[in-house]
């Protein structure tokens, strides 16, 4: 009996024994994860870089005479035409100034018709011989004198009414009033460093952004065109993106390139022009022009199916055997919500999609292919 439940014993042990084994060596299914195999496709990346917005015409409105400031018609910010009188200098002197100028060409005028008299009187005397020729030679030396100092009577007359109309100084263009550091009663001069006021006319905007020159010689291969300024005929629409991350409502349109690159930076400047119809711009506001650049059979990865590891990104591919491998890519644009992949991966490799950050090095996956997956990625 003894020997009966000492069997017993042994035997179940080993049953147990064996039944755990068992469960140890068991191991788990592979994960189920979405697949896609990476194709081709044209597409298009935009590229940002900083802009300084000017008006087509900003300029500064200075005194062209001195005197004091007697009279401001304008306020800052606000929009003046074209003509209208900005500001008043005290025009007293140069009233002053006219009145002598006039009375100097008044005496000129007198001179003329002296000398013109002289001559006449001359003339018949020194035709009957009663009088020396050389009389009627001074007379006439005299008459030209007399109509020189006209002239230059007539030129102080001009010069006088000039400055006179400097007193009031009137709009250049149409636009907006900057700050006006001076105030009434100040005393102004030309060589004034400070300007009365800066005027800006923005119906239309300047968008000025610079170029690297690996970037310029990219940008110039996408259009055709022989010359620079048939490349810029064929140019697209730009986009200019605001400071509260907001686009221009109306886009630009790229209409110069500078002559040279600026030594300093390795950079040139592109100019885009952009409609401004209702004031919402202004002269030094700061954006970010926006521009697309087409790519004809670009290879392009979902942003979600690569994962940032040391300044690296990369992708999980799958071979044959449905195992993973890291593999690191290279990108170089954004399309939406899409990578464009340059080194790395080509067409026609799989890669998992979804449930990359706990995959190991080599780990076999169950692939998961749908159209509904295919139709995620042409929608991105």
């Given at each position: 009996?003894?020997?009966?439940?000492?069997?017993?014993?042994?035997?179940?042990?080993?049953?147990?024994?064996?039944?755990?084994k068992?469960?140890?060596?068991?191991?788990?299914?592979?994960p189920?994860?979405?697949?896609y195999?990476?194709?081709?496709?044209?597409?298009?990346?935009?590229?940002?870089?900083?802009a300084?917005?000017?008006?087509?015409?900003?300029?500064?409105?200075?005194?062209?005479?001195?005197?004091?400031?007697?009279?401001?018609?304008?306020?800052?910010?606000?929009?003046?035409?074209?003509g209208?009188?900005?500001?008043?200098?005290?025009?007293?002197?140069?009233?002053e100034?006219?009145?002598?100028?006039?009375?100097?060409?008044?005496?000129?005028?007198?001179a003329?018709?002296?000398?013109?008299?002289e001559?006449?009187?001359l003339?018949?005397?020194?035709?009957?011989k009663?009088?020396?020729?050389?009389?009627?030679?001074?007379?006439?030396?005299?008459?030209?004198?007399?109509?020189?100092?006209?002239?230059?009577?007539?030129?102080?007359?001009?010069?006088?009414?000039?400055?006179?109309?400097?007193?009031?100084?009137?709009?250049?263009?149409?636009?907006?009033?900057?700050?006006?550091?001076?105030?009434?009663?100040?005393?102004?001069?030309?060589?004034?460093?400070?300007?009365?006021?800066?005027l800006?006319?923005?119906?239309?905007?300047?968008?000025y952004?610079?170029?690297?020159?690996?970037?310029?010689?990219?940008?110039?291969?996408?259009?055709?065109?022989n010359?620079?300024?048939?490349?810029?005929?064929?140019?697209?629409?730009?986009?200019?993106?605001?400071?509260?991350?907001?686009?221009?409502?109306?886009?630009?349109?790229?209409?110069?390139v500078?002559?040279?690159?600026?030594?300093?930076?390795g950079?040139?400047?592109?100019?885009?022009?952009?409609?401004?119809?209702?004031?919402?711009l202004?002269?030094?506001?700061t954006?970010?022009?926006?521009?697309?650049?087409?790519?004809?059979?670009?290879?392009?990865?979902?942003?979600?199916?690569?994962?940032?590891?040391?300044?690296?990104?990369?992708?999980?591919?799958?071979?044959?055997?449905?195992?993973?491998?890291k593999?690191?890519?290279?990108?170089?644009?954004?399309?939406?919500?899409?990578?464009?992949?340059?080194?790395?991966?080509?067409?026609?490799?799989?890669?998992?999609?979804?449930?990359?950050?706990?995959?190991?090095?080599?780990?076999?996956?169950?692939?998961?292919?749908?159209?509904?997956?295919?139709?995620?990625?042409?929608?991105?």
């Amino acid at each position: 009996m003894k020997n009966i439940i000492l069997t017993s014993l042994v035997l179940a042990v080993v049953l147990v024994g064996c039944s755990g084994k068992t469960e140890t060596q068991a191991a788990p299914p592979p994960p189920t994860l979405p697949v896609y195999a990476i194709q081709s496709a044209n597409t298009t990346t935009d590229s940002e870089y900083p802009a300084s917005i000017q008006g087509t015409v900003d300029v500064e409105i200075r005194p062209q005479v001195s005197g004091n400031l007697e009279k401001i018609y304008v306020d800052e910010g606000a929009f003046v035409s074209k003509g209208q009188p900005l500001f008043k200098i005290n025009e007293q002197p140069f009233r002053e100034q006219l009145n002598n100028a006039l009375a100097s060409l008044h005496g000129a005028e007198a001179a003329l018709i002296n000398a013109q008299l002289e001559i006449d009187k001359l003339t018949p005397l020194v035709q009957n011989k009663v009088v020396s020729e050389y009389q009627l030679k001074t007379a006439k030396a005299s008459h030209r004198i007399a109509t020189a100092n006209l002239d230059q009577a007539k030129a102080m007359v001009a010069s006088a009414k000039i400055n006179l109309g400097y007193a009031t100084i009137t709009a250049p263009v149409s636009g907006y009033i900057g700050r006006l550091p001076k105030k009434q009663g100040s005393l102004v001069s030309a060589t004034d460093i400070e300007p009365l006021t800066k005027l800006s006319d923005v119906h239309e905007v300047y968008a000025y952004f610079s170029l690297g020159e690996s970037d310029f010689i990219n940008f110039k291969a996408q259009y055709a065109g022989n010359t620079i300024d048939d490349k810029i005929k064929k140019l697209p629409p730009v986009t200019l993106i605001l400071a509260d991350n907001n686009a221009h409502t109306q886009t630009g349109k790229i209409d110069m390139v500078d002559g040279q690159f600026d030594k300093n930076t390795g950079a040139i400047t592109l100019r885009a022009t952009f409609p401004n119809a209702n004031g919402t711009l202004r002269s030094g506001n700061t954006g970010r022009i926006r521009l697309g650049i087409q790519h004809d059979a670009a290879i392009l990865v979902p942003q979600s199916a690569t994962i940032e590891m040391q300044d690296k990104v990369f992708v999980f591919t799958v071979d044959k055997q449905n195992k993973v491998t890291k593999a690191p890519i290279t990108i170089i644009g954004k399309s939406g919500t899409n990578y464009l992949i340059k080194d790395g991966v080509k067409t026609g490799d799989q890669i998992v999609l979804s449930g990359i950050d706990k995959l190991q090095e080599g780990q076999a996956i169950q692939p998961e292919k749908s159209n509904k997956i295919a139709q995620v990625i042409n929608k991105k």
